[in-house]
């Protein structure tokens, strides 16, 4: 995409960290901003700052792993700004441990809004920038982990590698009928938002496994800041480029060995990330 000045952004998980920083960015390329976040407070104080700074910018409270919920946000975008240019499936959750400890509750709540909060994302807008017939791009927040073997929370390690073959697909689909719609697929190391804090939102626990492991907690204040991430986005999104590694490179020569031992059947191999 050559510009960004006057396109309509819609942002999911909005009103804080990365989706924050890029809704901020959208703004200061002058872009028509949608905040879509199931967190009311903190989607008012986001929406009140962007328009502080003259954005023109809609906030609509989006449960994004509800279909209906994303079929509104879509048509409210249309209804107020009668277009959509970009979309940035971000919204995301973390919390549990092993596949076994982690209850039912979190199994459902990680992969509602990781997983299918991108799927339903993808196919409410798709098809409305396809019609459209407009240059557009499509970025799908998925995780480093979603390109390694081993995390500590299981749950949020599989809906990141789903959305990593997710975005691979839409990728794919999109070059075969030479679409207008570009894709990328968002892969940061630690950033520094809230996100070990995720359980504020859980509709059923109000526990902070991840958050309360002070590994994790060091791990996420030495990662970069959001507004980095957001600053890579948009490169990308410039160029054309799918796969967005950013603040990932300690990770890579563990992707590398992953694909080889897949390649030479071996096992995976121990590693205390
Ligand atoms: N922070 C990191 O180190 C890191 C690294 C890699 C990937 N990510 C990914 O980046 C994305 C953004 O997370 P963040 O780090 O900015 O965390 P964050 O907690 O600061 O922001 C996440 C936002 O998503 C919102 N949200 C949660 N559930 C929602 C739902 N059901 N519907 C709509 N909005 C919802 C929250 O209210 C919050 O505003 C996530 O997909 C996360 O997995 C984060």
Known sequence: MQSFYGKTAVVTGAASGIG??????????DMRVVLADIDQSALNKTENDLRSVGADVLA???????????????QKTLDHFGNVHLLFNNAGVATGSTIWDSTLDDWKWVVGVNMWG??????????????????????????????????????????????????????????????????????????????????RNHPTVNQDILYKDQDLKGDLESGVPPEIV????????????????????????????????????????????
């Open 118 to 199: 991108v799927i339903h994302g993808l196919r409410v807008f798709v098809p409305i920038m396809i019609d459209q017939d407009t240059e557009c791009h499509i970025v799908n927040t998925a995780s480093v982990v979603g390109l390694l073997d081993k995390f500590s929370s299981s749950s949020y390690q599989v809906t990141k590698h789903a959305v990593v073959a997710i975005s691979e697909q839409l990728y794919h689909s999109l070059v075969e009928m030479k679409s207008k719609v570009k894709a990328s697929v968002l892969c940061p190391g630690w950033v520094r938002t809230r996100i070990l804090d995720a359980n």
């Open 60 to 74: 609509i409270l989006t449960d994004v792993s509800k279909p209906d919920d994303v079929g509104t946000l879509a």
């Open 230 to 273: 957001a600053e890579h986005v948009f490169r990308a999104i410039h160029q054309d480029k799918f796969y967005i590694l950013v603040n990932a490179d300690e990770y890579k020569p563990l992707i590398r060995m992953r694909m080889e031992n897949i390649l030479e059947e071996s096992n995976p191999t121990e590693s205390d990330k």
């Open 20 to 29: 924050r920083a890029i809704a901020k960015r959208c703004a200061q390329y």
